[in-house]
Protein backbone atom coordinates (compact mmCIF):
# COMPACT_ATOMS: atom_id res chain seq x y z
CA UNK A 1 0.00 0.00 0.00
CA UNK A 2 1.09 3.39 -0.50
CA UNK A 3 -0.25 6.36 1.21
CA UNK A 4 -0.25 9.70 0.30
CA UNK A 5 -0.69 12.48 2.80
CA UNK A 6 -2.12 15.59 1.48
CA UNK A 7 -2.82 17.55 4.43
CA UNK A 8 -1.47 20.68 2.91
CA UNK A 9 -2.37 20.25 -0.63
CA UNK A 10 -4.92 22.96 -0.83
CA UNK A 11 -2.39 25.41 -0.60
CA UNK A 12 -0.33 24.90 -3.59
CA UNK A 13 0.04 21.33 -3.93
CA UNK A 14 -1.45 18.73 -6.95
CA UNK A 15 -3.17 16.43 -5.63
CA UNK A 16 -2.40 12.69 -6.50
CA UNK A 17 -6.55 11.61 -5.71
CA UNK A 18 -6.61 11.28 -9.86
CA UNK A 19 -4.54 8.02 -9.40
CA UNK A 20 -6.80 6.29 -6.95
CA UNK A 21 -8.23 4.63 -10.36
CA UNK A 22 -5.39 3.37 -11.82
CA UNK A 23 -3.54 2.26 -9.03
CA UNK A 24 -5.06 -0.41 -6.47
CA UNK A 25 -2.74 -0.09 -3.99
CA UNK A 26 -3.08 3.33 -3.29
CA UNK A 27 -4.75 5.06 -0.18
CA UNK A 28 -4.84 9.44 -0.27
CA UNK A 29 -5.64 11.10 2.78
CA UNK A 30 -7.18 14.52 3.78
CA UNK A 31 -7.43 16.27 6.89
CA UNK A 32 -10.02 18.72 7.43
CA UNK A 33 -7.69 20.56 10.07
CA UNK A 34 -5.57 22.58 7.94
CA UNK A 35 -7.48 24.12 4.81
CA UNK A 36 -10.96 23.48 6.16
CA UNK A 37 -10.15 24.85 9.18
CA UNK A 38 -11.39 22.33 11.90
CA UNK A 39 -8.60 21.39 13.67
CA UNK A 40 -10.28 21.04 16.75
CA UNK A 41 -12.60 18.46 15.42
CA UNK A 42 -10.22 15.64 14.32
CA UNK A 43 -11.68 14.86 10.86
CA UNK A 44 -10.35 13.67 7.93
CA UNK A 45 -11.54 11.69 4.93
CA UNK A 46 -9.48 9.16 2.44
CA UNK A 47 -10.13 8.32 -1.05
CA UNK A 48 -8.39 4.57 -2.67
CA UNK A 49 -9.41 1.75 -4.24
CA UNK A 50 -12.95 0.20 -2.67
CA UNK A 51 -10.69 -3.02 -1.37
CA UNK A 52 -8.34 -0.33 0.62
CA UNK A 53 -11.54 1.90 1.99
CA UNK A 54 -13.37 -1.58 3.25
CA UNK A 55 -10.13 -2.81 5.15
CA UNK A 56 -10.24 0.65 6.79
CA UNK A 57 -14.23 0.59 7.31
CA UNK A 58 -12.99 -3.11 9.28
CA UNK A 59 -10.40 -2.31 11.60
CA UNK A 60 -11.19 2.00 12.22
CA UNK A 61 -12.58 1.10 15.57
CA UNK A 62 -9.25 -0.82 16.80
CA UNK A 63 -6.73 1.89 16.57
CA UNK A 64 -9.27 5.21 16.11
CA UNK A 65 -9.14 7.03 19.33
CA UNK A 66 -10.84 9.47 17.98
CA UNK A 67 -14.42 8.09 16.58
CA UNK A 68 -16.64 10.62 14.83
CA UNK A 69 -19.45 12.65 16.69
CA UNK A 70 -22.42 14.03 15.49
CA UNK A 71 -20.77 17.72 15.81
CA UNK A 72 -17.58 16.65 13.80
CA UNK A 73 -19.70 15.35 11.24
CA UNK A 74 -22.09 18.20 10.72
CA UNK A 75 -19.43 20.37 10.84
CA UNK A 76 -17.37 18.36 8.22
CA UNK A 77 -19.92 18.54 6.01
CA UNK A 78 -20.85 22.15 6.21
CA UNK A 79 -17.03 22.81 5.92
CA UNK A 80 -16.76 20.51 2.59
CA UNK A 81 -20.16 22.25 0.99
CA UNK A 82 -18.66 25.65 2.04
CA UNK A 83 -16.82 26.12 -1.17
CA UNK A 84 -16.21 29.73 -1.68
CA UNK A 85 -15.26 30.03 2.15
CA UNK A 86 -12.73 27.20 1.33
CA UNK A 87 -11.32 29.30 -1.41
CA UNK A 88 -11.07 32.07 -0.35
CA UNK A 89 -9.16 30.95 3.11
CA UNK A 90 -6.71 28.90 1.08
CA UNK A 91 -6.19 32.09 -1.39
CA UNK A 92 -5.94 34.00 1.79
CA UNK A 93 -3.17 31.98 2.80
CA UNK A 94 -1.83 31.84 -0.36
CA UNK A 95 -1.38 35.47 -0.80
CA UNK A 96 -0.13 36.01 2.12
CA UNK A 97 2.75 33.29 2.51
CA UNK A 98 4.04 35.03 -0.56
CA UNK A 99 4.25 38.16 0.93
CA UNK A 100 5.89 36.73 3.97
CA UNK A 101 8.19 34.84 2.18
CA UNK A 102 8.94 38.31 0.01
CA UNK A 103 9.54 40.15 3.89
CA UNK A 104 11.87 37.45 4.34
CA UNK A 105 13.84 37.59 1.92
CA UNK A 106 14.02 41.32 1.90
CA UNK A 107 15.36 40.75 5.90
CA UNK A 108 18.30 38.10 4.14
CA UNK A 109 16.12 35.27 4.97
CA UNK A 110 16.68 32.16 2.26
CA UNK A 111 13.20 30.87 2.24
CA UNK A 112 12.13 27.32 1.08
CA UNK A 113 9.69 26.97 -1.45
CA UNK A 114 6.33 26.34 -0.16
CA UNK A 115 2.84 24.09 -0.99
CA UNK A 116 1.85 24.77 2.81
CA UNK A 117 0.52 27.45 5.29
CA UNK A 118 3.70 27.58 6.67
CA UNK A 119 7.20 28.21 5.16
CA UNK A 120 11.02 27.34 6.17
CA UNK A 121 13.35 30.16 6.40
CA UNK A 122 17.02 30.71 7.68
CA UNK A 123 19.46 33.41 8.24
CA UNK A 124 22.90 33.04 6.85
CA UNK A 125 23.83 35.51 9.45
CA UNK A 126 21.61 34.43 12.57
CA UNK A 127 21.30 31.49 14.68
CA UNK A 128 17.75 30.04 14.24
CA UNK A 129 17.13 28.81 18.36
CA UNK A 130 18.37 32.38 18.67
CA UNK A 131 16.16 34.13 16.83
CA UNK A 132 13.12 31.65 18.42
CA UNK A 133 13.70 32.81 21.54
CA UNK A 134 13.77 36.56 20.90
CA UNK A 135 10.78 36.37 18.91
CA UNK A 136 9.11 34.30 21.66
CA UNK A 137 9.94 36.71 24.56
CA UNK A 138 8.15 39.39 22.06
CA UNK A 139 4.92 37.01 22.02
CA UNK A 140 5.62 35.01 19.09
CA UNK A 141 6.00 31.68 18.48
CA UNK A 142 7.63 30.30 15.68
CA UNK A 143 8.91 26.66 15.84
CA UNK A 144 12.83 25.91 15.73
CA UNK A 145 13.50 21.76 15.40
CA UNK A 146 17.02 20.65 16.52
CA UNK A 147 17.56 18.23 14.32
CA UNK A 148 20.64 17.75 11.82
CA UNK A 149 20.47 19.37 8.71
CA UNK A 150 17.51 21.91 9.61
CA UNK A 151 18.30 23.33 13.03
CA UNK A 152 18.94 26.17 11.56
CA UNK A 153 15.58 26.61 10.35
CA UNK A 154 12.58 27.97 11.55
CA UNK A 155 9.09 26.81 10.32
CA UNK A 156 6.83 29.78 10.28
CA UNK A 157 3.27 29.27 10.07
CA UNK A 158 1.03 31.78 7.79
CA UNK A 159 -1.16 33.53 10.07
CA UNK A 160 -3.64 36.96 9.49
CA UNK A 161 -1.81 39.56 7.04
CA UNK A 162 -1.54 41.47 10.71
CA UNK A 163 0.12 38.70 12.32
CA UNK A 164 2.84 37.84 9.51
CA UNK A 165 3.69 41.98 9.68
CA UNK A 166 3.86 41.92 13.77
CA UNK A 167 6.70 38.95 13.32
CA UNK A 168 8.29 41.27 10.37
CA UNK A 169 8.56 43.79 12.45
CA UNK A 170 9.62 42.65 14.93
CA UNK A 171 12.74 41.06 13.09
CA UNK A 172 13.44 44.30 12.15
CA UNK A 173 14.02 45.15 15.73
CA UNK A 174 15.48 42.11 16.21
CA UNK A 175 17.96 42.40 13.67
CA UNK A 176 18.76 46.15 14.70
Request: glycine share 4%.
Amino acid sequence: MVVVDEAYVDFGGESAIRLVNRYDNLLVVHTLSKSRSLAGMRVGFAVGHPALIEALERVKNSFNSYPLDRLAIVAAVAAIEDEAYFEQCCNAVIATREKLAAELRSLGFEVLPSAANFIFARHPQRDAAEMAKALREKSIIVRHFKLPRIDQFLRITVGTDAECQALTQTLHGIFA
